[in-house]
Every structure is written in C-alpha cells, then in structure tokens.
T-cell receptor, first 118, second 114 residues
Framework: GAGVSQSPRYKVAKRGQDVALRCDPI?????LFWYQQALGQGPEFLTY????????KSGLPSDRFFAERPEGSVSTLKIQRTQQEDSAVYLC????????????????FGPGTRLTVT | TQLLEQSPQFLSIQEGENLTVYCNSS?????LQWYRQEPGEGPVLLVT?????EVKKLKRLTFQFGDARKDSSLHITAAQPGDTGLYLC??????????????FGQGTILTVHP
C-alpha cells in the first residue's frame, strides 16, 4: 500500500525488556514524527526527523527512549528497560515537508503500535 | 508550554441531533487542524484552518477558527452513526526545528446511537 505502515501492530513486553518499533513512511516523505497516545487521550509529540537528521527530540520522556532514521526513510523507536507507564499506542506520521515555513502541511499517520508492558 | 483544551471529553447523542466540539488554546498556533480517529487506526486529517475568523464546511461538518486564532469549534449537523469516533484538534507549530509539530487536545469521544 501507499500509506504509512508500522510494525508490529501489537507488542507485549515484560517490565525491563527492550522493544523496537518500526515505521515505514510514505516514499519520498522528508518529515517523520513519532507520537505517544495513552488510552482515551490525544497523541503527544515525541520526536521529529527531517530526512536522517533528528531535529527535535524534546518530547522523549526519558533517556530510555531512542529514535533513529539512519537512511532518511525507515525509522525505529527503541525503548529500553520498559516500564508500565510506557504502555500506550505509538504513532508514526510522515509528511512531504516544505521550504515555506508558513504553509500548513498534512501529516499521514500509520495505524500505530499498541505496546503493553506487564 | 502550549496547551489545547477540548470539550466535552465525551458526547453521546441520538442520530439526527446536532453537536459542537470546542478547542481552546492558551496561545496562538500558526494553524489548527481537526482529525478523526477510529479504533485501531491513526488520526485522519479532516480540515486545516489558518486565518482568524475562517469558516470551512465539509458536508455536514462546519469548522470555525476564532478571530484571535486561539480557539476553534467543530459543528456536526444531523449526526449519523458513522460519525462515531474520536475527534482531535491539533495546533501546528511552524518554524525553526519543530516545523509541522502537532500539539493535540485530549480528544472528544463521540458516540451516535441509531
């Protein structure tokens, strides 16, 4: 398909385990965002990539969270030593990006990975 | 910190009724977007409003952006069961290294009963 895909769709981890969540953005999209969505809440920004450069990681909740996009396409969000409070849906979104800073852009979201830490 | 407050958090209505969802911000965003999200899926963009006082219509949905660009509303006329879902407003931050970053409200869960 032509949309954003994420894998796995569901992940159950025992507390203390490391997890890696994958995002395949739409081909050619420059910008990639990760968001965390708690049950019944709106998504919260985690981090932003422009191509392979991580330009904003201000939303990462702790140093246990790490994201990369080494070739400017696929991205991986890694959570080390998972805790129960990490249980949430992790959403990835991509967009074309724009040189015009005042131009609204459309982010296309993947279906998310639901992480449950037991 | 920029915050978006959405109200109501839950809305349960009968088919055919009208409803309004409100989104209020503590500060000005470069633009504001409304999304709809269904269970097991990511949010899908409904509309982007940019100009203060702007009104956009999408079939039975009407979106307004306040004159001061700090508040917005979504009005649905004659709601249908297919409108059921989570409605999210999001402020768009442009400029610098956070271009396109979205700040979401907490969402409104709408249930339309047949």
């Amino acid at each position: 398909g032509a949309g954003v895909s994420q894998s796995p769709r569901y992940k159950v981890a025992k507390r203390g385990q490391d997890v890696a969540l994958r995002c395949d953005p739409i081909s050619g999209h420059v910008s990639l965002f990760w968001y965390q969505q708690a049950l019944g809440q709106g998504p919260e920004f985690l981090t932003y990539f422009q191509n392979e450069a991580q330009l904003d990681k201000s939303g990462l909740p702790s140093d246990r969270f790490f994201a990369e996009r080494p070739e400017g396409s696929v991205s991986t969000l890694k959570i080390q030593r998972t805790q129960q409070e990490d249980s949430a849906v992790y959403l990835c979104a991509s967009s074309l990006g724009s040189r015009f800073l005042d131009r609204p852009i459309t982010q296309y979201f993947g279906p998310g990975t639901r992480l449950t830490v037991t | 910190t920029q915050l978006l407050e959405q109200s109501p958090q839950f809305l349960s209505i009968q088919e055919g009724e009208n409803l309004t969802v409100y989104c209020n911000s503590s500060s000005v965003f470069s633009s504001l977007q409304w999304y709809r999200q269904e269970p097991g899926e990511g949010p899908v963009l409904l509309v982007t409003v940019v100009t203060g006082g702007e009104v956009k219509k999408l079939k039975r949905l009407t979106f307004q952006f306040g004159d001061a660009r700090k508040d917005s509303s979504l009005h649905i006329t004659a709601a249908q069961p297919g409108d059921t879902g989570l409605y999210l407003c999001a402020g768009v931050t442009s400029g610098g290294t956070s271009y396109g970053k979205l700040t979401f409200g907490q969402g409104t869960i709408l249930t339309v009963h047949p």
